[in-house]
């Protein structure tokens, strides 16, 4: 039986991951410690169908303290969905209050128009005020006004982007949602929980030790997440609003790569207890757990399909890693990935119908790969060489993976085509192990 902690598969897991272990410490954890990564993104591609969209600053955003209008053209750039028109110095001053020249403004080719416009309340918060319009038309199309703290102008502008998505596509937008990452600062593992942009937000645990696999709850509310802050691997829950934590796992041998049920109320893991490392469901509290794959291979990173009725992992069965799927009630294993002899990390989309995966290509190359599971049809979307950790947004339009560019690791976005891509660069951090959250928040 081959053991996860000294065979090949699991030794290259261990690599991509950075498990460099520093030395040993305590460990902080809760919601309170402070924010020091900053991001700049950029973005590149053409999308085959975009809507040109004119966005202007906002008027007297720099009272908000943040770039509103910029935060707002970024998140709608990064989906791929829309083209910036840039706005004349005569046109840069109209807020929502202002009747649109659309004449001027179909003359740039602007299909819609947003502006607003920000002020500080008596009370300290800002109010921030908008309006959209569709230029060809001339129509109204509707606004909001939004008076948030100081600190919730992001988000604020995310929600806007959000309603400006939705308005123009008819699909909900995922500005407003959240991620989660670890960075690695010299010896130092930091879980942050941040905007679905890579920026705000703040650390959820530090620690000398690794942190890796992270799993949102389907609720938004929790984390799970493996820590080797006792030196071995051990999963652990953490509540995202008080910071509490409690140990999920912590058998004999190696406890790892959680994933919630679609419901919330199972996670699947994989457990070395029993020998090798197979497949566990275990109760959300940690009880009821049961042995899911009976094999002498390497079982490992499962995912649940959106209907919770399957789970998709990883094993080295067939003698090489490959995803596999099979029932959450048990059964036979079926193989999935069949295009490569080196196929890792599945992600599985909201709707069901497409998996993202690692996969190995011209021997030491790992890019990110999208299979349509109706015809198996399968599309590397990546053109760097060391991805690793796909997860789709809750709307399964855009993909986050991570990935290293030059001597830095970091973040990027794509559309499932691959066309159009947002590079999130830490300024002090090098970032792997991105999950994207849920949309409740």
């Known amino acids: 039986m081959l053991d996860s902690e000294t065979s090949s598969f699991s030794q290259f897991q261990k690599a991509r991951r950075g498990l460099i272990a520093g030395a040993f410490g305590g460990v902080s954890a809760g919601l309170a410690l402070p924010s020091w990564a900053q991001f700049r993104v950029e973005i590149s591609g053409v999308g085959a169908t975009q809507i040109p969209i004119a966005l202007p600053e906002f008027r007297d ?171 071995k691997a051990v999963v652990w829950s953490q509540d995202l609003s008080t910071g509490r934590r409690r140990q999920l796992a912590n058998f004999r041998g190696s406890n790892s790569a959680p994933a919630f049920s679609p419901d919330g109320s199972q996670l699947a893991l994989t457990l070395s207890r029993e020998g090798g490392s197979q497949l566990f469901i275990m109760g959300r509290d940690g009880g009821n757990v049961r042995r899911l794959t009976q094999s002498t291979a390497i079982d490992t990173e499962p995912v649940f399909a959106p209907d919770g009725r399957t789970i998709f992992f990883v094993s080295d069965r067939g003698g090489s890693p490959q995803i596999y799927k099979m029932p959450v009630a048990g059964g036979a294993p079926e193989r999935v990935t069949f295009s490569g002899a080196y196929n890792i990390s599945p992600a599985i989309s909201p709707d069901g119908r497409t998996l993202a995966y690692i996969t190995r290509v011209n021997g030491g190359t790992f890019r990110v790969s999208v299979m349509d599971l109706a015809s198996g049809a399968v599309q590397q979307i990546s053109d760097t060489s060391d991805d690793e950790s796909p997860s789709f947004a809750p709307n399964g339009r855009l993909l986050v993976y991570a990935t290293r560019v030059g001597s830095k690791d970091v973040l990027m976005t794509s559309t499932l085509d691959g066309k159009i891509k947002a590079k999130l660069i830490s300024t002090l951090a090098d970032v792997r192990e991105p999950t994207w959250g849920p949309f409740n928040r």
């Open 61 to 231: 955003e720099s009272r908000s303290g943040q770039a509103v209008a910029a935060i707002i053209r970024a998140d709608l750039e990064r989906s791929g969905q829309f083209r910036i028109i840039d706005a004349p110095a005569g046109m840069a001053g109209i807020s929502e209050t202002s009747a649109p020249a659309f004449n001027e403004w179909r003359g740039r080719n602007a299909d819609a128009l947003a502006a607003g416009s920000a002020a500080r309340l008596a009370d300290g918060r800002v109010d921030l005020r908008f309006k959209l319009w569709d230029v060809v038309k001339g129509q109204e199309l509707g606004g909001e006004a939004q008076a948030v703290a100081p600190d919730d102008v992001r988000l604020a502008a995310h929600r806007i982007a959000d309603f400006i998505y939705q308005k123009l596509t008819n699909e909900r937008g995922v500005f407003a949602t959240r991620m989660a990452y670890v960075t690695k600062v010299g010896g130092r593992y930091s879980l942050r929980i941040t905007d679905a942009d890579g920026e705000g937000g703040q650390v959820a645990l530090a620690s000398p030790e690794p942190i890796i696999s992270p799993a949102w709850s389907p609720d938004g509310r929790e984390l799970a997440y493996v820590s080797f802050e006792t030196r």
